[in-house]
């Protein structure tokens, strides 16, 4: 055989050529074509710890509430406008997450409002919280008590099934006898608007469990570990509720406030849902000074999924502080 020109691949470099082109032939190639968009939402659910509390975070979807002057009627158009894009928000549209609680006190599973149930009147992302609650590993027949914060549409609706049945068949459900008497008035389910249909579902929900209902109190216990706290306005009887374990302590707010740009930056703002925005701008600001005082942990049922985190005065408002995840409050 002639020899190899100088330079030339020698015979194992040629056999190692060849085999390594076939070896290359065999794998499989990387996909070069864009893969069609799935569109789906994944499942929203968050797990913390409150001292010997475990705290599960699930959302139950997202409200378009459409223009944000929309929900802000009475107040300047320009500042929300600046204030949202200060903070890197739409200008376009306000959209509140829904953030239930569940708070396993190794007792009880206590689950704080509900969403807004099968109906779905915001959409069909709306409405998912049973299944992010079994996506997190919760079944509704777990859960031992249903703590409402009040009888709007979006914390009430979810109670109750499409099947007519309760979608928590083992749980005691409680709200404050003022907002259980507002919201299933028979005389006002007739009123035009809004109001007429929010009294409408809550009779729908509400009704049908007035066997297993409890009614909270300012200050008083509602099962051990949470504690009831008036802040009326939003709606005549909204209730905040104070979770402790040991001396780790956190509050669901509820509606206390909607937005943690607006409704922190400018405290005493009027939400267009308000029963009585003074009187709900005043339960705001006393809430607020307290939580920021003492340095309690919030858990808020309309903030940025999860919720989760503190309040500090800052300027004519307050700031807001999302616990960084993975940390326990």
Request: with cysteine; aromatic share 8%; net charge neutral.
């Amino acid at each position: 055989m002639s020899a190899l020109l100088p330079g030339a691949p020698g015979r194992r470099s040629l056999i190692a050529a060849g085999l390594g082109s076939a070896l290359l032939a065999a794998l499989p190639r990387r996909a070069e074509a864009a893969a069609p968009m799935t569109g789906l939402r994944p499942p929203e659910w968050y797990r913390t710890r409150l001292g010997d509390f475990e705290v599960t975070v699930v959302g139950d979807g997202d409200l378009d509430l459409g223009e944000p002057a929309a929900g802000f009627p009475a107040h300047p158009r320009d500042d929300l406008t600046q204030l949202l894009r200060a903070n890197f928000r739409s200008t376009e549209k306000l959209v509140l997450p829904q953030n239930c609680f569940v708070v396993n006190t190794g007792r009880q599973m206590v689950l704080f409002d509900t969403g807004v149930g099968y109906t779905r009147p915001f959409g069909p992302h709306t409405g998912m919280l049973l299944a992010n609650l079994r996506a997190a590993g919760i079944m509704p027949e777990q859960i031992d008590a249903v703590v409402c914060s009040h009888g709007h549409i979006d914390h009430v609706w979810g109670i109750i099934g499409g099947d007519g049945k309760p979608n928590f068949p083992n749980a005691q459900v409680f709200i404050s006898r003022a907002d259980f008497d507002f919201w299933t008035d028979e005389q006002r389910a007739s009123a035009q608007g809004w109001i007429g249909t929010f009294v409408q579902g809550a009779r729908r929900n509400l009704l049908p469990v007035r066997d297993r209902l409890a009614f909270v109190e300012d200050g008083k216990e509602v099962v051990p570990g949470v504690i009831a706290v008036s802040a009326p306005g939003h709606t005549v009887g909204h209730t905040a509720f104070m979770v402790q374990s040991g001396n780790a302590k956190a509050m669901f707010i509820g509606d206390l406030a909607h937005h943690e740009v607006i409704m922190l930056r400018r405290p005493q703002i009027e939400f267009a849902f308000d029963t009585d925005s003074k009187q709900s701008a005043q339960s705001r600001l006393r809430v607020l000074r307290m939580l920021a005082q003492e340095r309690i942990g919030v858990l808020s049922y309309h903030f940025a999924f999860p919720g989760i985190g503190h309040v500090a005065a800052e300027g004519e408002g307050f700031a807001w502080y999302p616990l960084p995840w993975g940390v326990a409050l």
